[in-house]
């Protein structure tokens, strides 16, 4: 699926005072492709992520999906929210299986499905348990299964490993890289982390805020897999750090 962001603006009204939040947006996402944003607090990623996932309208310009204009929810698409937002009432299966609510699997698939992914979050022993018995980073784990339970064709990423420590944050960034190699899947991820967005994405975006625009879009041609202390990846982290 190719999803793409054509001359995109968006406005907001804060206090009165209108403000762009999002100016002349444009790019494409891949089929299979991973792309990073990266950009200072309050430049709109999570905003343009909205929009990608159809929770909000563009004041201006069209996002397509395989050349088709979008509507409404696409059912492709999952977005993983910056918070967990769980069902404090539903159980981490529980607010698992919601990701597949839309979905004609079967209960016996969907109970298969949550165990799968229960089991490559490390949540297992935690399928029971109610999301204020969790950690932060346990429950933005939960999060991030239900966003890949259902098999979406895009997965929208919202600073998706932020509240891990550094050994969860490389083991889930391995497995984001085992299931993008397992499936055509392709992913728009907002990180903060420079590191990161060298070793796991294609191409990184680089945002400039008030308004948001695209600063510039960095190809990244390191060979894969990749090596995180590898000193031309940390070249690279240092030229995108100075862009900043
Ligand atoms: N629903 C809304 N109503 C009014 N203003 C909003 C709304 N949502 C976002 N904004 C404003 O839009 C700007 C961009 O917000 P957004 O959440 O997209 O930033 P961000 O780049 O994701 O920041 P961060 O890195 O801190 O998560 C901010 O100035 C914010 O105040
Ligand atoms: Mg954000």
Known sequence: MTLRFNNISKNFTVNHQPMTVL???????????????IGASGCGKSTLLRLAAGLDQADRGTITVNDAEMKGLPPQISLVFQEPRLFPW???AGNIHLGMEQ????????????????????????ADAYPHQLSGGMAQRVAIARGLVAGP???????PFGAL??????????MLLTVRRQSSLSILMVTHDVEEALYLADRVIIMSPKPGRIRAIHPVTLQVPRDRTDSALQLQRRQLCELL
Request: proline fraction near 3%; aromatic fraction near 6%.
């Open 23 to 37: 100016k002349d947006i444009n790019f494409s996402l891949q089929p299979g492709e991973l792309v990073a944003i």
């Open 90 to 92: 539903l159980t981490t």
């Open 165 to 174: 420590d550094a050994l969860k944050r490389e083991q889930l960034q391995d």
């Open 153 to 159: 064709e895009i997965l929208l990423l919202d600073e």
């Open 103 to 126: 979905t004609r699997l079967t209960p016996a698939e969907k109970d298969q499905r949550t165990h799968h992914f229960l089991a490559m979050m490390g949540l297992t022993d935690f």
